[in-house]
């Protein structure tokens, strides 16, 4: 069965400072994708970023880098430069076929504060 | 501009009521889903639906049903309304086949008194 695990509950990081969410996952599909998505208080899901199970380059868009780790089975997000907007929960999620589509599968979140 | 729409962003209804959770897209996506969100446990898959009239159990369905008479929209009912579906719920919706992200609605605050 296909697992997601987001062992930090909660972090602070100082505006301007770099900050890595930790995520892992489980599956012994050999294709599936990996993404991280941001919920702002307001409450809306917003997608950050994806890596592909077979992309050998760790994916990046603008300020967010997913480092992606095929072996150890992570897939951390990390966000240079961080700004008061990015205070927010994380969530990181998985796809797999299962049943008549790809579903996602989402860890319990990681609540990031970003301190002037 | 890709839009999914949710009926209610908050909504309060009585203990055994019959409650209606409507959502629509615009973006012609086979795929939908409903999603429950509650603290320390993240998102749970519901139901989802691959297309008009066809849906599947997710991991949480007791409780709940839904309807897809029609390709944009895409109902989670609850038969009979318990306190502990008081919960954050979620729709989004995703093209077949592909490994592109899901889209989300704004989701709706259910409190049940």
């Known amino acids: 069965a296909q697992k997601i695990t987001q062992t930090q509950p909660g972090m602070f990081v100082q505006e301007k400072e770099a900050v890595t969410l930790d995520c892992t996952y489980d599956?012994?599909?050999?294709?599936?994708?990996l993404f991280w998505y941001k919920q702002p208080s307001s409450g809306e899901m917003i997608f950050l970023i994806y890596?592909?199970?077979?992309?050998?380059q760790n994916a990046t868009e603008g300020r967010y880098s997913l480092n992606f780790q095929k072996a150890r089975k992570s897939a951390n997000l990390v966000i240079s430069a961080s700004q008061l907007g990015d205070s927010a929960m994380y969530f990181c999620?998985?796809?797999?076929?299962?049943?008549?589509?790809?579903?996602?599968?989402f860890g319990t979140g990681t609540l990031l504060a970003v301190q002037p | 501009d890709v839009k999914v729409t949710q009926s209610s962003r908050y909504l309060v209804k009585r203990t055994g009521e019959k409650v209606f959770l409507e959502c629509v897209q615009d973006?012609?996506?086979?795929?939908m889903f409903w999603y429950r969100q509650d603290p320390g446990l993240g998102l749970r898959l519901i139901y989802f639906?691959?297309?008009?009239?066809?849906?599947e159990k997710g991991d949480i369905p007791e409780g709940y049903s839904v309807s897809r008479e029609k390709k944009e929209r895409f109902s989670l009912i609850l038969e009979s309304a318990s306190t502990n579906q008081t919960s954050m719920y979620l729709c989004?919706?995703?093209?077949?086949?592909?490994?592109?992200?899901?889209?989300f609605g704004p989701g709706t605050r259910l409190t049940v008194l």
């Open positions: 599956t012994s599909d050999q294709s599936y994708g």
């Open positions: 973006m012609d996506h086979e795929n």
């Open positions: 890596q592909g199970s077979y992309d050998e």
């Open positions: 989004a919706t995703h093209p077949r086949s592909s490994y592109n992200e899901q889209f």
């Open positions: 999620a998985m796809s797999y076929y299962g049943g008549a589509t790809n579903k996602l599968i």
């Open positions: 639906s691959y297309d008009v009239k066809m849906k």
